[in-house]
């Protein structure tokens, strides 16, 4: 129990406050890219959305 005494509060805190800001900002990082991948995809199937009335909607020229 004697090591446990020597550990300084002030650095353990530090390093728990530094560990929890590195999963923040890895949760962050994840929702981002999850948000940038979806904004991506409905984008995407608007524009072939586009295409296909297009397409359809033509006259055969």
Do not use: P, Q
Request: aromatic share 14%.
């Amino acid at each position: 129990m004697s090591k446990l005494s020597e550990i300084d509060l002030g650095s353990a805190l530090l390093s728990t406050f530094i560990l929890f800001g590195f999963i923040a900002t890895a949760f962050a990082f994840i929702k981002l890219s999850i948000i940038g991948i979806n904004y991506i995809k409905v984008n995407f199937s608007k524009e072939e959305g586009k295409e296909k009335r297009n397409e359809t909607n033509s006259k055969g020229f």
